[in-house]
């Protein structure tokens, strides 16, 4: 079993739709969980950040983390064209095994005007 | 304004060849990060660095090398040893999570794209 899974899409929606993105993952350890966004050719930028379990709201983004369940989720509410990129979750632990951040192999969206 | 600078942006090579992609940072990080995204892959770790003069193998290592004598810099060797060189190339950096106030997030570069022909 991998250590986060990540659907890749591609996903494809309308303007305006509700997004719902999601990763799950295996190491019990991971305590700091992201949200990375990714325009084509240029380098992610962090969108949402999360510690343990909960949820985070920013604008139009939502990030949600069930530790129980080792499943985090993204939602895009009234997604727009400028939406469109691909999506990365990341998570580390904390101490000495946060050195490293493990990536999800990312989801393209696309929004359709 | 502080960020990562990446270069250069594009980068073709013939077989046989080692490159040398640079990473220069000016947000006093103390970590530094080499990966390799493929389509379908996403981010593979390829070597890290926390401190000066010190670094660590990552996922994929083998036919890369890199040096940390700076702080600010983390530059990135893609040797002939290399058997699938052509990828887009990530320099990350970041400050360690328990520095206070820090989050541990990631910073990017914008990239370099080694293509070899």
């Not at chain 1, 983004?61 to 990341?90: E, G, M, N």
């Not at chain 2, 947000?27 to 996403?42: E, F, I, K, T």
């Not at chain 2, 106030?101 to 080694?114: H, P, V, Y």
Request: net charge neutral; aromatic share 14%.
């Amino acid at each position: 079993q991998k250590e986060v899974e990540q659907d890749p899409g591609p996903l494809s929606v309308p303007e305006g739709a509700i997004v719902s993105l999601n990763c799950t993952y295996s190491n019990s350890a991971f305590q700091y969980f992201m949200w990375y966004r990714q325009y084509s050719r240029k380098g992610p930028e962090l969108l949402m950040y999360t510690y343990s379990s909960g949820n985070k709201e920013d604008g139009r983004f939502t990030a949600q983390v069930d530790k129980s369940s080792k499943y985090i989720s993204l939602f895009i509410r009234d997604s727009q064209p400028s939406d469109s990129a691909t999506y990365l979750c990341a998570m580390s632990g904390s101490g000495g095994s946060n050195y490293k951040l493990t990536f999800g192999k990312g989801t393209l969206l696309t929004v359709n005007p | 304004d502080g960020g990562i600078t990446q270069s250069p942006k594009y980068l073709f090579r013939k077989e046989g060849q080692n490159v040398t992609l640079s990473c220069e940072q000016n947000l006093n990080h103390d970590a530094m990060y080499w990966y390799r995204q493929d389509p379908g892959q996403g981010l593979r770790l390829i070597y890290y660095s926390q401190i000066v003069n010190d670094f660590q193998k990552g996922d994929i290592a083998e036919g890369y090398s890199v040096s940390r004598e700076k702080k600010e810099s983390f530059p990135l060797t893609v040797t002939s040893a290399q058997k699938n060189p052509t990828a887009f190339y990530l320099c990350a950096s970041r400050t360690f999570v328990w520095r206070e106030g820090s989050t541990g997030e990631l910073f990017f570069g914008e990239g370099s794209r080694l293509t070899v022909l």
